[in-house]
C-alpha cells in the first residue's frame, strides 16, 4: 500500500460537464501520475507532476488539465467531459531506486460520461 | 504509442501448470518491469530486472531479458487460481521518470 487514495472511486456525468479527480498520497513522493487504461490500448499516461505546480503532459494530454497546488493532492480535471473520455483513471506516484523507478497505483476511478 | 506489446493477448492453463507471457519493446531501455492487475483493482508491481541483468527470481517468478532481442519473458510456475489477473510489462527509459507499458496479457488458471 503506497497511501494513494483516488475520489471519487466512481462518477456518472453527462457531456459537457466539468469533472475533477483528486489523488492524494500520503508519503511525499516527488512523482505523480495520471494514467487512463482502456480495452484495446492498455495504460496510456495522460499527465504527470515532478513537483508542486511542476507538471507536464503524457501521451493523451488533450481535453485534460491538472494542478498540483500541495505535495500530496494531484487533481485530473476534464474541463467538458467527452464519451471519448470514459474510462477508468488511475493515479500513481514514482519511488526512485537504484534500478529506476517503481510505479505504486491507487485503485482507480471509474468515470462514464453519458 | 505503445512500448511493450505482450503476447499472447489471453492465455488459459490448468492450476499447477506454468505460465508464461512475453514482452516486445522498440527502443533502448533502462529497466523492465512486471504488474499484475486483478480485475477492478489498481496494478501492483511483481519485479523489476535492470536492462544489464539476463534473468531474476521473485517466489514463483522468473523473469528474463534479452536486450539484443529487446524481449523479456515472465515465467509462473506451479500456478494457482490467485494468479488469474492481467500481467503487464512497462519499460523504462535511462533517467526517464515515465513507464510506458504494454496492452497486457490475460490469464486464467483453470482449478
Known amino acids: 500500500d503506497a497511501g494513494i487514495t483516488q475520489s471519487p472511486r466512481h462518477k456518472v456525468t453527462e457531456t459537457g460537464t466539468p469533472v475533477t479527480l483528486r489523488c492524494h498520497q500520503t508519503?511525499?513522493?516527488?512523482?505523480m501520475y495520471w494514467y487512463r487504461q482502456d480495452p484495446g490500448h492498455g495504460l496510456r499516461l495522460i499527465h504527470y507532476?515532478?513537483?508542486?505546480?511542476?507538471?507536464d503532459k503524457g501521451e493523451v494530454s488533450d481535453g485534460y488539465s491538472v494542478s498540483r497546488s500541495k505535495t500530496e493532492d494531484f487533481l485530473l480535471t476534464l474541463e467538458s467531459a467527452t464519451s471519448s473520455q470514459t474510462s477508468v483513471y488511475f493515479c500513481?506516484?514514482?519511488?526512485?531506486?537504484?534500478?529506476?523507478?517503481?510505479?505504486?497505483f491507487g485503485e482507480g476511478s471509474w468515470l462514464t460520461v453519458v | 504509442s505503445q512500448q511493450g506489446e505482450e503476447d499472447p493477448q489471453a492465455l488459459s492453463i490448468q492450476e499447477g501448470e506454468n505460465a508464461t507471457m512475453n514482452c516486445s519493446y522498440k527502443?533502448?531501455?533502462?529497466?523492465l518491469q512486471w504488474y499484475r492487475q486483478n480485475s477492478g483493482r489498481g496494478l501492483v508491481h511483481l519485479i523489476l530486472?535492470?536492462?544489464?541483468?539476463r534473468e531474476k527470481h521473485s517466489g514463483r517468478l522468473r523473469v528474463t531479458l534479452d536486450t539484443s532481442k529487446k524481449s523479456s519473458s515472465l515465467l509462473i510456475t506451479a500456478s494457482r487460481a490467485a494468479d488469474t489477473a492481467s500481467y503487464f510489462c512497462?519499460?523504462?527509459?535511462?533517467?526517464?521518470?515515465?513507464?510506458?507499458f504494454g496492452q497486457g496479457t490475460r490469464l486464467t488458471i483453470n482449478p
Open positions: 508519503e511525499n513522493h516527488r512523482y
Open positions: 500513481a506516484i514514482s519511488e526512485w531506486g537504484l534500478s529506476g523507478n517503481t510505479i505504486y
Open positions: 530486472i535492470r536492462s544489464n541483468e
Open positions: 512497462a519499460t523504462g527509459a535511462e533517467g526517464a521518470q515515465k513507464l510506458v
Open positions: 507532476s515532478y513537483g508542486v505546480k511542476d507538471t
Open positions: 527502443t533502448s531501455i533502462n529497466n
